[in-house]
């Protein structure tokens, strides 16, 4: 398995402990430990069947498994591109997703409204405003501002104001808002800090390669 922590490929002997059986099969819980950095990952796994006894118990015919600890998010965390202080609050997002949707939308509208006044230059207001600034304003370009727009539409900020003045309040959802949310980060990240930084990883190769050459560097 890949350690979880440490994203080391290894093989292991791992410890099985049964916790009983139910309609869906034998439940467990089973004990890795990684040999590269010494930490433990354990899994809550439902099987067909369960065999041995002791340190020789094992399940069969695995049915669910699930990642106990440490907790991992739904997505990938954002690229060592962008910063700390926004990708923080998006991995927070991301991991409380499937357990409650309402906390990782208000973590994802602060994280928007932050990265819109820090980036996009918006003037302070609410999120609502904000976003009508971005619209009005061509700040972005039209698939973000679209995307951003859909924000506001699909959390129905008219009926639910609260999510504008208090972006980060814990309040209802509308049905694939927290998701859509957490997409529209993914795209303002590509845009605000992965492809400059891209290009300018381009633009210093191409630079190398004219210095080579005795020719002047681009601009």
């Given amino acids: 398995m890949k350690c979880p922590h440490c994203q080391t490929e290894f093989h ?3 410890t099985s ?7 869906d099969g034998w439940w467990g819980v089973v004990r890795h430990m990684c040999p590269a950095c010494g930490k433990m990952a354990i899994e809550i796994v439902c099987a067909q069947v369960s065999t041995g006894a002791g340190a020789g118990f094992h399940f069969a015919g695995v ?5 106990g600890y440490p907790r991992s998010p739904t997505r990938p965390s954002p690229p060592p591109e962008v910063p700390k202080e926004f990708s923080e609050d998006y991995i927070e997002a991301a ?7 309402k906390a990782s939308a208000a973590l994802s509208r602060r994280c928007l409204q932050h990265i819109l006044r820090e980036k996009a230059g918006v003037k302070r207001s609410d999120l609502a405003k904000e976003i009508e600034q971005v619209l009005s304003g061509n700040l972005l370009p039209s698939h973000l501002s679209e995307a951003i727009d ?3 539409n699909i959390g129905n ?5 609260i999510k504008s003045t208090s972006s980060g309040e814990v309040v209802p959802v509308e049905p694939g808002e927290a998701e859509w949310n ?18 300018k990883k381009r633009r210093a190769a191409l630079n190398t390669k004219l ?7 681009v601009k």
């Fill in 17 to 23: 402990t049964p916790l009983g059986q139910d309609p």
């Fill in 157 to 161: 900020f008219a009926a639910h104001p």
């Fill in 182 to 199: 957490l997409d529209v980060l993914e795209g303002l990240f590509d845009f605000f800090f992965i492809q400059p930084e891209l290009l």
């Fill in 95 to 101: 991991l409380v997703l499937a357990d409650s949707p």
């Fill in 150 to 152: 859909a924000v506001r």
């Fill in 63 to 67: 049915r669910k498994q699930y990642l």
């Fill in 211 to 217: 210095a080579s050459a005795g020719k002047p560097p």
């Fill in 12 to 14: 292991g002997n791992p």
